[in-house]
């Protein structure tokens, strides 16, 4: 990377931790941290993709998620976009970036899948390996409680998440939110360093779940 892409990822990297400074504990800046090393761990593995198309997507991807933002899907693309430009990240550059975080998130897993890129696999993974294990646990209950949803209630089953509309509107308990997504994941890995480090991570949420259901039932 040249010396100009590596002064502007540091910035943006700076502008991305000031934009976050209220953020939801599980979408806060050390969120975004972590995704970025992952993916660099991730990309070290594989030795494939664009390096600087895959960090600034992991310091955009959750600058404005529409969760936040009453479903506004808009919002995280344009500001992200906004950023970018601010930063004078290349045209191309900002375009590819703006497809992948477009495509991240588990609710445009349901939508017909237009775009691909070793780029968005790379940074996908790293997304959803901070979904799992001991972080993913604690990310996850930090959501539940910050939309006020209950813990467990064993009158509320899991439900089968088929689409989008399903997926956002679900309201249940964050335990169910295990069996309706997060115990998905590790199948759902695309790079082979992914899959690797997502088995523990899921190993661990296999058993946090059983010692729970010891204690509750
Ligand atoms: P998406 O919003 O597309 O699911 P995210 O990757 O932003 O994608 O979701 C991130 C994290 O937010 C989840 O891994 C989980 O920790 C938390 N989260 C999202 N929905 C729920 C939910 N219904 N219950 C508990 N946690 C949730
Ligand atoms: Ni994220």
Redesign the pocket.
Known sequence: MSINMLTSVAEIAKNVKETLSDAEG??DWYHIERVWKNALNIHQHEKKGDLYVIQLAALLH?IA???FYEGDEAIGPATARIIMTKHQVPEKVKEEVIRIIEN??????FSEHSYTSVELDIVRDA??L???GAI?IA??????GF?N?PLYDPNIEPVEILSKES?VK???P?I??FF???LKLKDLMKTEKGKELAIKRHEYMCDFLEQLYTEVR
């Open positions: 599980g979408h959750d998620d529409a969760k991240m998130s588990y609710r445009s897993s997304d959803r901070d979904a799992i993913g990310r996850a209950f930090n959501y539940g939309k949803r997926y679900n309201t249940g964050t169910n939110h309706e997504k997060l």
